[in-house]
């Protein structure tokens, strides 16, 4: 009956051992598994990341595009402009010049 005890008291102790390991795997899995879903979330957000990166260098290529369009317009009007108060100050020098 002694033997029976002891080996009672074995079974409980190697039961309660393995229950503490489950529980200490079942914590390792379920951690696991947080930190998977957290990855997979940040592969998410970096997708959705780059597309918006990608967009807003379309966006800025396009308004450089933009912005030498309008300083190449304002140098040409700026040299008509130039042109014609030339033409002008030619014309002034003449009308004084025959007044």
């Known amino acids: 009956e002694k033997r029976v005890q002891e080996a009672v008291k074995r079974l409980e102790a190697v ?4 229950s503490g390991s489950r529980e200490v795997s079942q914590r390792w899995q379920q ?11 940040d592969i998410e ?3 959705e990341a780059k597309g ?13 595009h933009h912005c030498h369009d309008l ?8 040299t008509g402009r130039e042109d ?16």
Not at 71 to 77: I, L, N
Not at 84 to 99: D, G, I, K, P
């Open 15 to 18: 039961e309660h051992e393995s």
């Open 31 to 41: 951690s696991f598994h947080e930190e998977v879903e957290a990855h997979k979330k």
């Open 45 to 47: 957000d970096l997708s």
């Open 52 to 64: 918006r990166c990608s967009s807003l260098e379309r966006e800025l290529e396009e308004l450089r």
């Open 71 to 78: 300083t190449a317009e304002r140098d040409q009007v700026r």
């Open 84 to 99: 014609e108060m030339q033409t002008l100050r030619w014309r002034l020098q003449r009308a004084e010049s025959h007044a």
